[in-house]
Each structure stands twice: as C-alpha cells, then as structure tokens.
C-alpha cells in the first residue's frame, strides 16, 4: 500500500496484518467451498469478496499479535468471526428487504431470500466448525455466546425498533447484542488463544464492547446524515423500515404532544407520507438530537482508547487507538 497516500487507520492495521489477512483470505474461500451445493460459494463470494474492511477479523489477529501468539489458530479464529459476521448479512438483509449492501445489489436480490437464509445457515455452520480446531473450549463459549447474542440482539430489535416506549437503556440492549457482541468476542478471542494475562482479555474485550457500540451508534447517525455514496445505502432507511434508533430515540424523549403523534404514526403505525422524512430530519434538527448522537459516539470511542491504555506499548495498540478514532471520523 506504499502509494505515497495518506492511509487510514484500518489501512495500516491491514498493511501490518498482510501475511495474516492474506492467510484469512485463504482459509475463507477454502471452507465456503461446497462439493454438492455451488450456489454456497456464488452467494458467500458475493458478499465476502464485495470490498468490505474485514474490520472484525483484523481485531482478531491484531489482539493476537498484541498478546505475542506465535501459533496459526488466529487464523482459524478470525476466519469464523467473518463467517458469523457475513451470516448475519445475510439474514439481516432478508428481514430488512434491503436492495443495497456495500454499495452492490444484495444477495437475497440477485439470488431470493431461500438462498440468502439457507447460505447464512451454512456459514454459521462453518464457523461453529472452525471455532473447533484451536480446541480450546473457552474460546467456542466466547464465540458462541456472541452469536447467541447476535441473534437474541436482533430478535429483541424487531420488537423494541418500532415501540416509542424504547428508551436509551433499551437501545443500548440491542446494540451490545447485534453488534457489539461479535466486536468484543472478536478482540477477546485473540487475547485468550495467546493465553494473554485474564487483565489484558479483559481490556480487549472492554476495547471491543465500545468500539463495536460507538460503530453502530455511528451507523445509525450516518443513516440520517451520511453520503450514500460513502455508506452505500440510502439516506432515511431506518426511518422508512422504522427503526427506532438513538437520533430518534433523544427526539422522543424531547418530543411536544404534535411531535409525538407524529412519530406514532411513521414508526409505530407505519402510515408514512411524501415528505415525512423531511420532516424527521427537521425534528432531529429542532432537538439537537444528531449533535447529541454524536457526541455519545465520540464518548464511546474515548471508552475503547482507554480499555487499551494499561497494555503494553505495541504498534498494534497504536493502531487499535486510531482506529476507535477513525470509526467516529466519519461523523466529525
């Protein structure tokens, strides 16, 4: 990557994670191979090969490198954290009816939601098959405890995103769940196949925890505020497929009898109109609700940088730092 560019954090950690990342890379195309079924492989390549940052499979490796593990196990480890990760792609976007994921059509439009569901099956499985090999037992109750909680965070989501008596608490429940989980999970993981000191997983798993939570919480920001081109979905998705996330969440709570009505009938109700969405941002507006978003992502990634501060000094924590500031760049 010596392009004479600045690079951006994650590009760093992926240039110093090369070899690794590359060994990751192998493993992936090995073990999404399919002797019987070739639609496996033409839906999982889809996604997997789509040009994402393979953000959770780098904090594997990164905390394993950190920790000193000299075995080959973090591949195996990092290889099932983007197995998970791309199984849930898949379902969600079957649940959310999306048309768009990274900026490409999404699979379960190329192909139909049978296959989406069926294929992210199919991956889960295999992440349950490669979470074996290290035989470490610690490490599968990690991994699967996160993808229990992925699945549970998701579930609870259907039914607190469209209740406006979902306060922040609430929120916070289904954020840990559906993303943070796999963030933490992910960095914990590398500490414990290292047999790092229990303080040092502690602070890897802290680290993950915040990081993932300030990830989505900037997700969700970006919905209302972000650049399709950059995000690859589209301003006001959340709000059409009525999701009750933070920036309306601080808007309710702050709501006068008209504004709520208003939100009962959008979210709650589903009866949108031309122009609503206009209006939700005037709202968000009016309450200083994004500004407030904001700043809670920004305190989040301040918890990240600070699970790391007691480790040792490594260039891979350096670049764990950056990248809990590069994950909230996108919304400064």
Not at 30 to 54: D, F, N
Request: hydrophobic share 45%; glycine share 6%; with cysteine.
């Amino acid at each position: 990557m010596s392009t004479g560019t600045i690079q951006k954090p994650h590009e760093r950690l992926a240039e110093a994670l090369a070899g690794d990342m590359a060994a990751v890379s192998t493993l992936i195309r090995e073990r999404m191979a399919s002797e019987h079924a070739p639609r496996i492989p033409e839906v999982t390549a889809h996604l997997v090969e789509a040009g994402g940052k393979r953000l959770r499979p780098m904090l594997t490796l990164a905390a394993a490198r950190l920790c000193g593990y000299q075995g080959p196990y973090h591949i195996h480890l990092a290889t099932t954290v983007e197995f998970i990760h791309t199984a849930t792609l898949l379902h969600d976007d079957v649940v959310d009816e999306s048309a768009q994921r990274r900026g490409r059509p999404t699979a379960n439009l190329l192909w139909d939601n049978q296959s989406s569901v069926l294929v992210g099956d199919y991956l889960f499985a295999r992440s349950f098959q490669l979470m074996t090999e290290p035989g470490s037992m610690r490490v599968m109750k990690i991994l699967s405890n996160a993808a229990a909680t992925i699945a549970e965070g998701e579930v609870l989501q259907l039914t607190a995103a469209q209740n406006l008596k979902t306060d922040e608490s609430v929120y916070l429940q289904v954020v840990r769940g559906k993303t943070a989980a796999l963030f933490s999970a992910a960095t914990e993981v590398g500490g414990v196949i290292a047999d790092a000191p229990e303080a040092t997983v502690k602070a890897l798993f802290d680290y993950g925890d915040a990081l993932g939570i300030a990830f989505q919480i900037v997700d969700d920001l970006l919905d209302y505020q972000g650049d399709s081109a950059a995000t690859g979905k589209n301003i006001g998705d959340d709000f059409r497929e009525r999701k009750l996330t933070l920036p309306v969440i601080k808007a309710v709570a702050r709501a006068d009898t008209e504004e709520r009505a208003f939100w009962v009938r959008t979210i709650e109700r589903g009866k949108q109109e031309e122009g609503d969405l206009d209006h939700a941002l005037a709202l968000l507006n009016k309450h200083g609700t994004l500004a407030a978003t904001q700043a809670d992502a920004l305190e989040w990634a301040a918890k990240a940088k600070a699970a790391l501060a007691p480790l040792p000094q490594h260039d891979i924590k350096d670049m764990l730092t950056d990248i809990a500031d590069y994950v909230v760049a996108r919304i400064t």
